[in-house]
């Protein structure tokens, strides 16, 4: 009996053998649902990667005005304290007083006035 139950388990094992050959097969590397579910991860890495490159070109953008406004900036305050000291030189009392007796005006004690610069 015991040559028997080999020969039955020998041939049982060739039948599983056979079988999984069978399936091995027909089994497909991905089925169709991953495969969909591969593209659209893919479409959705590749949609969210343009997105970045947008964004970061519209950043890029939005630095580069700031940038020349920066620019203009500098440039006005360094106008606005050229004419700042070129107001200061020309309202000293001896220029006023010199440009005063040019035009014939003469200090009259009754209408001067003292203004306290602010």
């Not at 053998?17 to 649902?33: A, I, M, Y």
């Not at 659209?40 to 950043?59: D, E, Y």
């Not at 070129?86 to 009259?108: C, M, N, P």
Request: proline fraction near 2%.
């Amino acid at each position: 009996m015991n040559n028997l139950a080999r020969k039955q388990a020998v041939r049982s094992n060739k039948e599983v053998t056979v079988d999984r050959n069978e399936q091995s097969e027909k089994r497909f590397w991905f089925t169709p649902g991953e495969k969909i579910l591969f593209l659209v991860f893919a479409l959705i890495i590749c949609f969210m990667s343009a997105q970045i490159v947008s964004t970061q070109a519209a950043v890029y953008e939005v630095n580069k005005d700031i940038q020349k406004i920066e620019k203009d900036i500098k440039e006005q305050q360094r106008a606005n304290h050229d004419l700042e000291v070129q107001v200061s030189e020309e309202s000293t009392y001896e220029k006023i007083w010199k440009r005063a007796k040019e035009l014939g005006l003469d200090l009259s004690e009754q209408n001067v006035k003292v203004v306290q610069p602010k």
